[in-house]
């Protein structure tokens, strides 16, 4: 079977969150939160670049605030020593990663990356 492109990923995932719940079309994009999140485990940078492709193609507050209580929730609790630098970075110049940093709860973020996390968030 042939890789899934990441950009049919992250429309997919678009697709499956903007779908009504319990819909045939949310059932039928269940495929990519399923794919996304699989490379969680297998390849986190590309499991970070699909988040940002899924960023580009639909900054809602819906899309940022899912992509924030799934994707961005899980890379920060598993890998957040690897990502957290690039994470204070994008919240200097991206107001819209800056807003979807916001939205995350601390869930099993450690508490020193969450720290990071809240002064990246509160700068003016």
């Given at each position: 079977?042939?890789?899934?492109?990441?950009?049919?990923?992250?429309?997919?995932?678009?697709d499956?969150?903007?779908?009504?719940?319990?819909?045939?079309?949310?059932?039928?994009?269940?495929?990519?939160?399923?794919?996304?999140?699989?490379?969680?485990?297998?390849?986190?940078?590309?499991?970070?670049?699909?988040?940002?492709?899924?960023?580009r193609?639909?900054?809602?507050?819906?899309?940022?605030?899912?992509?924030?209580?799934?994707?961005?929730?899980?890379?920060?609790?598993?890998?957040?020593?690897?990502?957290i630098?690039?994470?204070?970075?994008?919240?200097?110049?991206?107001?819209?990663?800056?807003?979807?940093?916001?939205?995350?709860?601390?869930?099993?973020?450690?508490?020193?990356?969450?720290?990071?996390?809240?002064?990246?968030?509160?700068?003016?």
């Amino acid at each position: 079977m042939k890789e899934m492109q990441d950009a049919d990923i992250a429309r997919g995932w678009i697709d499956m969150h903007l779908a009504s719940k319990g819909s045939e079309a949310q059932d039928a994009s269940f495929w990519a939160y399923t794919a996304l999140d699989d490379l969680r485990h297998d390849d986190v940078e590309r499991f970070w670049t699909i988040i940002h492709q899924i960023r580009r193609l639909n900054d809602s507050e819906e899309i940022l605030s899912n992509l924030a209580a799934g994707p961005l929730e899980d890379l920060l609790a598993n890998s957040g020593r690897e990502f957290i630098d690039r994470c204070e970075s994008l919240a200097k110049t991206d107001e819209r990663f800056k807003l979807m940093l916001g939205m995350l709860w601390k869930n099993t973020i450690p508490d020193d990356i969450w720290k990071r996390i809240e002064i990246a968030v509160s700068r003016v």
